[in-house]
């Protein structure tokens, strides 16, 4: 039997840990594993915060009835419905047939489309509330964060926000559930990249809700994944996180990021490095594209001001690994950033003009002249490259952002 982990007074934990999967979305890279968060709220009236994905729904099911026995759920809150946090819910009404799901209209339709479900169905608005007996539920509309659907769920007297993918974070929970009972440290950078690869191209609506919940008191943060936040530093800290990277602010840092077949482009790349840390730039990270992982490329170009993209040509177009991370960045809107760009060709440059209409198309500020090269590294080449990483890194260390 589990033992009930409360996260805060009569709210209880009952998610799970995936440290099976490789790929979230099957797409993005679990080194670390992932948690499905899933919560019970203990009143006159028992309460059930989203549900997790359907792998682990017989784990799931045996860790509410070990919390309730034969207690019934009367409802079913259901912030978010993507299948990650959706997928046990035809199970848990298959168990718990007199449920009533909470939802919006939104995904009141959803759950008619995914799941066919239509009975005890119980709709809410922004700023609706619900008794429970002694607690008190009230829902926020947070759409695009990260669905239309997405909403929020406050419990007024305990100041425990529910806010779905909202904070979540790549890793599992490993033993302790509280930010008091573990590293936050640990999560730093995997928070990031799970912003920028799940929730990196709803800035706008990120911005909307932080503006919502503004004068909403937390004394706790309840999201879908990762730890519960309750320590006030670290729910300022996530917070503020959140603010800076919807807002696509950054800290002071330059990512170089390259595709190279043969080590000319990567060539450039070294020289335009030195070059930048020489002039003062301390948090320079350099990818290969054909080596790391697109969802780390993302956010490094999230966390850092500054960006540097090189290809060679190919096929008339830029490197494919490199036209792909182009276009996850074009997709995320990215802003703000002082932009640099270097490549190379044997008979017909393609890259200059494709990296000018992504620099154009992004509003990037293009901080020096590209650096191009035909066949081999002559001496007017490698003058241009040293030229951007000066020039990018007097940018870089002029500008009044976060060091
Ligand atoms: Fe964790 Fe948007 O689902």
């Known amino acids: 039997m589990y033992k009930p982990i409360e996260v805060t007074e009569n709210i209880f934990y009952v998610g799970v840990n995936d440290r099976t999967k490789h790929l979230f979305e099957s797409l993005w890279p679990l080194p670390q594993g992932v948690?499905?968060?899933?919560?019970?709220?203990?009143?006159?009236?028992?309460?059930?915060?989203?549900?997790?994905?359907?792998?682990?729904?017989?784990?799931?099911?045996?860790?509410?009835?070990?919390?309730?026995?034969?207690?019934?759920?009367?409802?079913?809150?259901?912030?978010?419905?993507?299948?990650?946090?959706s997928g046990s819910i035809e199970l848990l009404v298959s168990k718990y047939p007199d449920i009533q799901i909470v939802g919006n209209k939104r995904s009141i339709e959803m759950l008619k489309g995914f799941y066919g479900i239509t009975d005890n169905l119980f709709e809410v608005k922004d700023r609706d509330e619900v008794s429970l007996g002694k607690f008190t539920l009230q829902f926020y509309m947070t759409p695009m964060v990260h669905w239309p659907e997405t909403m929020m769920t406050y419990v007024k007297e305990t100041k425990t926000l529910f806010t779905g993918d909202a904070f979540g974070t790549f890793g599992t929970i490993d033993g302790g559930v509280l930010d008091s009972q573990l590293s936050p440290e640990r999560y730093r950078d995997e928070m990031i990249r799970y912003y920028s690869n799940i929730v990196g191209k709803f800035g706008s609506p990120v911005q909307t809700a932080l503006k919502k919940l503004s004068n909403v008191k937390i004394d706790a943060i309840c999201s879908t994944h990762g730890p519960v936040w309750t320590i006030q530093e670290n729910i300022a800290d996530v917070i503020a996180l959140y603010d800076r990277l919807s807002r696509y602010e950054a800290e002071r840092g330059l990512v170089i990021a390259y595709g190279s077949m043969y080590g000319h482009t990567e060539e450039l790349a070294e020289i335009i490095a030195t070059e930048a840390a020489g002039n003062g730039v301390k948090n320079i990270v350099m990818h290969n594209v054909s080596k790391s992982h697109e969802s780390d490329i993302l956010r490094d170009a999230f966390k850092y001001k500054g960006l540097i993209i090189g290809s060679p040509t190919y096929n008339n177009k830029l490197y494919p690994a490199v036209d792909g991370l182009v276009s996850a960045l074009q997709n995320r809107g990215l802003k703000n950033r002082y932009f640099g760009y270097f490549g190379s060709f044997t008979w017909a440059d393609a890259t200059a003009r494709q990296f000018e209409a992504f620099a154009g198309a992004m509003e990037f500020e293009l901080v020096a002249e590209p650096v191009i090269m035909k066949q081999a590294m002559l001496a007017d080449v490698v003058e241009k490259a040293r030229n951007l990483g000066r020039v990018m890194a007097e940018k870089l260390t002029s500008d009044r952002g976060e060091s």
């Not at 019970?40 to 070990?66: A, G």
């Not at 009367?74 to 993507?82: A, R, T, W």
């Open 35 to 85: 948690s499905y968060n899933s919560y019970i709220i203990r009143d006159e009236k028992t309460v059930l915060v989203d549900t997790v994905d359907i792998c682990y729904s017989d784990l799931f099911m045996r860790k509410i009835r070990s919390l309730l026995g034969d207690q019934p759920i009367d409802y079913l809150v259901v912030n978010h419905m993507e299948p990650d946090h």
